[in-house]
């Protein structure tokens, strides 16, 4: 099973990498399917030269998955590291984050590089009036030594939202049939090599773009129209909401940290 997830994912094509002053890279994972049919979650990533790959698989228990990193070599693939990502929510879904940070730093005597790999983990909230998806992106250090050293969370915080709340109630006489009722509340990030800088860890810059469909209790948006023929329905960027921040590794918390405190967003996420 292990040569066949190096052979699928082999390439001709040099990888495509971000990199910073220390020499850490960014790798994009390219997403290819489960080797194993009778798996029942699972998602594999791999480096475009197919050297490294990551696997995510659900466990049986629930709230567990199991993480592997791999390193292709001319007998196939082996594994490097293995370990269990544990949840907080009930029932958690996990999705691959589709990068790979090669860390340039080894210990003494050690022959593979260390790693920043990462997991999107999805909470619904659903009740009365109101929805969300949130994700969260954890962000966890990997060293490959040959005394296993337990993986480090680095970063647990929100990266992608929809929110939607129901703001109105149609008339009787309507029918529901000329009113927009709900706000959406969308938000996306990135997360990228600053490569302006050099440490053992790298540091991050941070992207966030937010919009808002139609109207919202925010000052800037709020109006008494909310027909749905009307040309406001369209998304607003909202610009309060949408900032770019680096994010760095703290030696006193070994916790990524924002340079500057971002922007209160709590619209995005509770009333």
Excluded at 204 to 215: A, G, K, N, V
Excluded at 223 to 252: E, V
Aim: net charge negative; aromatic share 12%.
């Amino acid at each position: 099973m292990i040569l066949g997830l190096a052979i699928m994912t082999a390439a001709t094509t040099a990888p495509v990498s971000n990199f910073d002053l220390a020499h850490n890279k960014q790798f994009s994972l390219q997403m290819v399917p489960p080797i194993s049919g009778s798996i029942r979650d699972e998602e594999n990533g791999c480096t475009r030269n197919g050297r490294y790959c990551v696997r995510l698989t659900r466990e049986n228990e629930i709230k567990s998955y199991q993480l592997m990193v791999f390193e292709k070599n001319q007998n196939g693939a082996r594994i490097i590291f293995e370990e269990k990502i544990e949840s907080e929510s009930p029932n958690p879904r996990m999705a691959l984050w589709p990068n790979l940070i090669v860390l340039d730093w080894r210990e003494e005597g050690q022959t593979t590089p260390n790693f920043i790999v990462g997991v999107k983990e999805t909470e619904a909230q659903i009740y009365a009036g109101r929805g969300q998806n949130l994700f969260n992106l954890r962000l966890f250090a990997i060293q490959t030594t040959e005394i296993k050293v337990p993986m480090v969370e680095l970063l647990n915080m929100a990266f992608e939202s929809q929110r939607n709340v129901r703001s109105c109630y149609p008339d009787a006489n309507t029918n529901g049939q000329d009113e927009f009722c709900p706000d959406e509340y969308h938000f996306n990030s990135s997360l990228i090599i600053d490569p302006t800088f050099g440490a053992k860890f790298p540091r991050f810059i941070y992207e966030r773009q937010s919009s808002i469909l139609p109207w919202s209790r925010r000052a800037e948006f709020e109006t008494k129209a909310r027909t749905i023929n009307s040309p406001s329905l369209a998304k607003y960027r909202d610009s309060g909401c949408s900032f770019s921040r680096a994010l760095s590794y703290s030696a006193q918390t070994l916790q990524y940290e924002f340079s500057i405190e971002p922007p209160d967003c709590s619209d995005y996420f509770e009333d």
